[in-house]
């Protein structure tokens, strides 16, 4: 089956997001299957951890909500990374709704994640998908709330619309990542018979839209007697941990805090006479799903004559 018709074919309807994915390849009207995207992203600080709160109506279904991440989570050069948070600030919110279809997810605006996905896990159920089907559906949905359309949507979808909240969305070609896709997880059809979640060029156009950034050191490069410094990486991996050091640290240097954060605090301990050391400082970023990678800054320790 493919989305309703009333729902695809106005320009005023809702333009992507009513999904039922039950064929066994991408729409049988479409006259172009490449990836695609609203041309709304989310800013770079935004998309290091999206987090997802599960709404108690589909926390029976946490499990495939998990899956669904560990699809997206698992391309480690991109810039993008899920996570559950269970209370506080959230950015998407998934919850099990009576909608038409299978699912329905907001599309991004103003460097936000679209912030609702909406699954009807009751049609699911009745279609006898299975727990990875599922996931699958609700991995699709969170490409919609990163801002990727339907793969298939040519001929089939109109190319500028809305989302149910009014929010625009085109479709627009994805940079670097042309071609047919008839694998993708953005297809209307055969997204929940994939066998391996994301296609290669589902990967591909992730990649270049959420290319993962280079990380480096911000900060003073000389560091005087008795006073306190301030480091911060930019460009942190999504869920690193940063493991801070200076190659052979004087004495004179303590860290005040900072250890295991993007931020490190530097005390510069009182010393007298004049001298200057070159020093290294390094920060070990490690992520869950990358390997880790060291950054290095180089800096000065110089002693001064105060008494
Ligand atoms: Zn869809």
Known sequence: MKIPENKSLKVEAPIILQDKLMSTGPNAGSS???????????SSTNRLNF????????????????????????VPESGISFSIVSSGTFD?????????????????LNGNAGNLVR????????????????????????????????????????FSGTD???????????????????GSIM???ANNILPNGLSTKDILALVNLYPLGT?????????????TYTFTTTYVWPNSVIDWSING?????SFANGQGTGTLTVNVNNNVGEYSEDLELLAKMTSNNRNYIILSKYIILQGSKCK
């Open 119 to 158: 699954i009807n896990t009751q049609n699911i159920i009745n279609d006898g998908l299975n727990p990875n089907q599922m996931s699958t559906v609700i991995a699709h949905e969170l490409g919609h709330s990163i801002g990727f359309r339907h793969t298939d949507w040519e001929g089939v979808e109109s």
């Open 249 to 253: 640290k004087p004495a004179s240097i």
């Open 51 to 74: 987090r997802i709160s599960i709404d108690p109506s589909i926390a029976a279904f946490t499990n495939e909500i998990n899956d669904a991440i560990s699809i997206w989570n698992g």
């Open 92 to 108: 998407i919110v998934i919850v099990n709704q009576a909608i038409n279809g299978y699912g329905l997810a907001r599309i991004p």
């Open 164 to 182: 149910d909240v009014g929010k625009p969305g085109d479709a627009l070609d994805v940079p670097n990542a042309a071609g047919t896709d008839v």
């Open 187 to 189: 297809n209307m059809g």
């Open 215 to 227: 990380p480096k050191i911000n900060g003073t490069g000389i560091l005087r007697a008795n006073k």
């Open 32 to 42: 172009k299957i490449s990836q695609s995207y609203t041309g709304y992203l989310v």
